[in-house]
């Protein structure tokens, strides 16, 4: 199963609403999570199962989507919220991820 | 608390071999999925291999073969044996969880270890 993000990098300001986009080259029901990553740090779980956020994880963080179409959206921007975003399925192996979207600052 | 210590990285020529090892700590890596993911400099993430709760293994086509993936349930620990390494392994390894309460996603990863293949 291949993962398409989209954009691969965007610009925003702090504020803004931000949506990503992944697409699975096939159906994945809902099996389908969102991580972070800063530089030089480990990918961190934001969301699971399409939609569910991680414990802890702030609220302006939610995901939708089903199927092969997929969507992470950040209502508000905030300053530690530049980073890089994959998706990764994780209905089958191999767990597949996105090839990655960073959000950086205008 | 759920702690992934890797280490083992380092430089090593091309052909050459290396283990990596994954301490875990707060749970049991016996009874748990475990993967080891790759990112090369300034490239995405990459599945590598898996060990499945029951022990067996599963592997990436571009490590299958070469990489074998184990654990030592005494030492709750994981490891990555790596062989006839190539410029395009050069990577950070990070080893990670699955578990069933995030549907399979990964929700806890180590820190990471650099392994660098180069003469």
């Known amino acids: 199963i291949q993962l398409t993000q989209s954009p691969s990098s965007l610009s925003a300001s702090v504020g803004d609403r931000v949506t990503i986009t992944c697409r699975a080259s096939q159906g994945i029901s809902s099996y389908l999570a969102w991580y972070q990553q800063k530089p030089g740090k480990a990918p961190k779980l934001l969301i699971y199962a399409a939609s569910t956020l991680l414990g802890g994880v702030p609220s302006r963080f939610s995901g939708s989507g089903s199927g092969t179409d997929f969507t992470l959206t950040i209502s508000s921007l905030q300053p530690e919220d530049f980073a890089t975003y994959y998706c990764?399925?994780?209905?089958?192996?191999?767990?597949?991820f996105g090839g990655g979207t960073k959000v950086e600052i205008k | 608390e759920v702690q992934l210590v890797e280490s083992g990285g380092g430089l090593i020529q091309p052909g050459g071999s290396l283990r990596l090892s994954c301490v875990a700590s707060?749970?049991?890596?016996?009874?748990?999925?475990m993967v080891w993911v790759r990112q090369a400099p300034g490239k995405g993430l990459e599945w590598v291999s898996v060990?499945?709760?029951?022990?067996?293994?599963n592997y990436g086509d571009s490590v299958r073969g070469r990489f074998t993936a184990s654990r030592d349930t005494s030492k709750n620990t994981l490891y990555l044996e790596l062989n006839s390494l190539r410029a395009e392994d050069t990577a950070v390894y990070y080893c990670a969880r699955s578990t069933r309460d995030v549907s399979g996603a990964f929700d806890y990863w180590g820190q990471g270890t650099l392994v660098t293949v180069s003469s």
């Open positions: 060990v499945y709760s029951a022990g067996s293994t």
């Open positions: 990764q399925q994780h209905n089958s192996d191999p767990r597949a």
């Open positions: 707060g749970f049991t890596v016996s009874n748990t999925y």
